[in-house]
């Protein structure tokens, strides 16, 4: 069945495409971010994905993790929050907890900022939905194990309709990427593509 979205009641989530996470010179860099987003032009499907999204007249949210010096938001208390600690990466105000200028912003687009790892943990992304009467959200991000999933599980506890825009998606590789769209999200969300996306919002 041919995918189908009302662009009115859709927000298009931008992830976590900070420059520590998905520049090839990001804080990140060695984790295999950065080299699957580029293995995988993700960056350039995000784009084009965004510019189709603006068009059809979806609402477009970016997500960006980020905190103050010294993480006073954010215990270290599991092995993804001790490896932030110890890179020094993500403090807001840095270029690395900017947005990549290949997938920023335009203006007066929100841009959410989150303290975990949901889209939902700590920001005002709730709102701004609500406010817009947003249904159906599409998920594009980095990392797929993490914000990805992580929001969109949340997002179907709350009673969202879930797309994942599964090649705007990226992980460490392409093992964990895969993993991720095939074992649980099928049963929470819609795995979809952005040229599926794309055809749907023409």
């Not at 520049?23 to 499907?45: I, S, T």
């Not at 189709?52 to 997500?63: D, E, P, Q």
Request: glycine share 10%; net charge negative; with cysteine.
């Amino acid at each position: 069945m041919a995918l189908e979205l009302n662009p009115g009641h859709t927000a298009l989530l931008a992830m976590d495409f900070e420059n520590d996470i998905v520049h090839e010179e990001g804080a990140f860099k060695d984790f295999g971010f950065a080299q699957m987003v580029k293995d995988n032009d993700v960056l350039g499907k995000t784009a084009s994905l965004l510019t189709a999204a603006r068009n059809a007249g979806v609402l477009v949210i970016y997500v960006s993790v980020k905190f103050r010096p010294g993480y006073p938001e954010r215990p270290a208390n599991g092995g993804l929050w001790q490896g932030l600690h110890g890179a020094n990466a993500l403090i807001e105000g840095t270029w690395g907890a900017s947005i990549h200028d290949a997938v920023a912003p335009q203006e007066g687009e929100p841009v959410v900022t989150k303290r975990g790892v949901s889209a939902f943990m700590a920001s005002d992304l709730e709102p701004i939905l609500k406010n817009k009467r947003i249904g159906t959200l599409l998920l594009a991000g980095v990392a797929t194990n993490f914000v990805v999933e992580g929001t969109a599980r949340e997002a179907s506890d709350r009673g969202y309709n879930v797309v994942i825009v599964g090649d705007c998606c990226a992980s460490v590789n392409q093992e964990a990427h895969d993993a991720s769209l095939t074992v649980a999200l099928p049963f929470l969300s819609t795995i979809s593509n952005s040229e599926e996306v794309t055809a749907a919002l023409a």
